[in-house]
């Protein structure tokens, strides 16, 4: 894009076509509003169906890893068909195509797993062998480690698709994102969010990143004035960990970087699928060393998993 967007020549932000992926592109289309005093005419939403939405009758770790609800719309970017893209972090690859770059972040949201069920008030409340929903491989790993009692179902679908599910007793229970509830404006939906100690998040939970064109320096000065330093600096951290760890949507890997001052603590961990095995740890130092603490930890936990550990890929 060469010049200020204008109704004449709209900003046009691809997503998405999911509530909660329209909610994101809106948020970063009243933040690019506010910032650079433009009307609402001045942008357009193209949404665009990825390879994820299409196929909803099949384990994700069956058509792929990461990059299932990403690829079409990054092409899309790539040809100049969109100008940005919105994005979901925890879905994003680790290595970007080339000549896209994401170096912007909106502030984040609550990064916890919330706990949903129409009976029980947590999961220590679940009954032994209760069946509960999910399509997270992360989430049911943890869960079997935890409870390994219970019994897991595959629950593929938006949030409204996944709360049918346990209306029609499908399960008893399954794990939303917080930060998805708030910006769907469907908190009352949680019995409360699971703490990082009890289910640690998956990589970039809660936060939403903006892709652009490498060279498109019109793009780039709009996005700026929105970027929020703090989010981006988390994501950091914890997508420097998730790099080394070669992670995707078959791999159970979470992690999670929190600030206090210009202290950041990151705290990561790996697990066999059905949760028989896992592996965390932690690291604290500066912002500014948080790439290398994440790359630091995901060395730890490899060289304490051992050659056999991954064997499951």
């Not at 770790?61 to 092409?75: A, N, Q």
């Amino acid at each position: 894009m060469s010049e200020h967007p204008s109704p004449d020549r709209p900003l046009r932000i691809g997503t998405r076509g999911s509530a909660l992926a329209l909610a994101q592109a809106h948020e970063t289309r009243a933040r690019l509003m506010a910032a650079h005093g433009l009307s609402v005419d001045a942008f357009e939403i193209v949404v665009i169906k990825t390879t994820g939405d299409r196929i909803t009758d099949r384990p994700l770790k069956e058509i792929g890893g990461k990059g299932l609800f990403t690829r079409e719309i990054e092409d899309a970017l790539a040809d100049g068909a969109i100008d940005i893209a919105v994005h979901s972090m925890k879905d994003m690859p680790t290595i970007q195509p080339d000549g896209l770059l994401i170096d912007c972040f909106l502030p984040r949201e609550d990064p916890r797993d919330a706990f949903v069920s129409p009976h029980f008030g947590s999961i220590d409340e679940l009954p032994l062998g209760a069946v509960v929903g999910s399509s997270s491989l992360r989430r049911r790993a943890q869960l079997a480690h935890r409870r390994p009692d219970l019994q897991l179902v595959e629950f593929r679908g938006n949030v409204q698709t996944r709360l049918k599910k346990l209306d029609d007793g499908v399960a008893v229970a399954t794990f939303l994102a917080m930060a998805g509830l708030q910006r769907l404006d469907m908190l009352h939906v949680a019995r409360g969010p699971i703490a990082p100690e009890q289910m640690l998040p998956a990589v970039a939970q809660g936060a939403i990143g903006v892709e652009r064109r490498l060279h498109d320096a019109s793009v780039e000065t709009l996005l700026h004035r929105i970027n929020d330093v703090e989010t981006a600096q988390r994501v950091a951290a914890e997508r420097a960990f998730l790099a080394r760890l070669d992670g995707s949507c078959q791999t159970p890997i979470a992690g999670l970087a929190e600030l206090t001052g210009d202290r950041l603590r990151l705290r990561g961990e790996v697990l066999s699928p059905d949760g028989a095995q896992t592996i965390g740890g932690e690291r604290v130092g500066t912002v500014a060393d948080g790439a290398a603490m994440g790359h630091d930890l995901a060395e730890d936990l490899l060289s304490r998993a051992g050659t056999g550990f991954f064997d499951w890929h």
